[in-house]
């Protein structure tokens, strides 16, 4: 393998650093569901996956993206202002549903039209709660906020925004010509369905509005820089929204 042609290649970096997220994922999973665990009392850091998980997948995909760095065009002006704000814009439809369903005093699960605009409690998911030694729980969500605040923000971004807009409208020649942010109603519903798609049914209402905004912002700023900033204050502002409330199934 030829290290150094992989890092030259500006596809591959655009590619490559979602797609090894995606498979770690996937791998993360098979690991949940084979049971694979270390039964003891003290080991409660092991018992739920994702917290050694997560660091490694941080640092893996952290890497790769340290590796491409030459290729992205990133911009750190003004435009991330804009950015900031339709994060926090976006995040607040996302968690709408659930903060909804607890200020109205459901305890049941929901059905109907309801259930499918995410109207769930969203309780079990990511914790340290069962974990006793003060410097794991720290480490443990240092980790997730870089996860979802920084890594899934790049990684996601220069994939959906920086790669796959262009290449759906030049696949045949040289997308690299097409102008970051070029409006199309193809680019349009492929970058937003395919978004929503790698979540889980009960976030698909708040990622159809969110995969809007964020096309949104790609075509009004033509800056990938605001479109990362947008997706990591709005995982930045959910993750401290899922501890302040116990809602760790949001993130």
């Known amino acids: 393998m030829d290290l150094a042609k992989i890092r030259n290649d500006k596809t591959y970096a655009h590619v490559v650093p979602l797609a090894a997220f995606m498979v770690l994922n996937l791998v993360l999973s098979i690991i949940d569901e084979s049971g694979l665990k270390w039964d003891h009392p003290d080991a409660a850091w092991w018992q739920m996956t994702e917290h050694w998980f997560y660091p490694l997948q941080t640092i893996v995909c952290g890497g790769m993206l340290v590796f491409f760095w030459k290729h992205y065009d990133i911009k750190w002006d003004r435009r991330i202002i804009i950015g900031a704000l339709m994060g926090a814009l976006g995040i607040g439809f996302w968690i709408l549903p659930t903060h909804l369903y607890t200020t109205m005093g459901y305890t049941e699960e929901t059905v109907g039209w309801l259930k499918h605009l ?9 914790e340290t709660n069962d974990m006793t030694n003060p410097t794991a729980i ?15 923000a790049f990684v996601e971004e220069i994939f959906w925004r920086g790669f796959l807009m262009r ?4 696949m045949d020649g040289n997308y690299w010509k097409v102008a970051f942010g070029k409006f ?12 929503v798609l790698i979540h889980q049914p009960v976030d698909f209402a708040g990622a159809v509005v969110y995969g809007t905004l964020m096309y949104f912002l790609a075509v009004w700023t033509k800056s990938l820089a605001a479109c990362i900033v947008m997706h990591g204050v709005s995982n930045l502002l959910m993750g401290i929204y899922a501890l302040q409330y116990a809602k760790y199934g949001l993130w």
Do not use: Q, S
């Not at 995410?118 to 990511?126: M, S, Y």
């Not at 720290?138 to 899934?152: K, Q």
């Not at 199309?184 to 978004?195: C, G, K, L, N, Q």
């Open 118 to 126: 995410g109207f769930d409690a969203r309780e079990k998911g990511f």
């Open 138 to 152: 720290w480490m443990t969500t240092i980790f997730r906020f870089l996860r979802a605040a920084v890594v899934v």
């Open 167 to 170: 290449f759906i409208l030049k």
């Open 184 to 195: 199309h109603w193809m680019t349009f519903a492929v970058t937003t369905v395919a978004f």
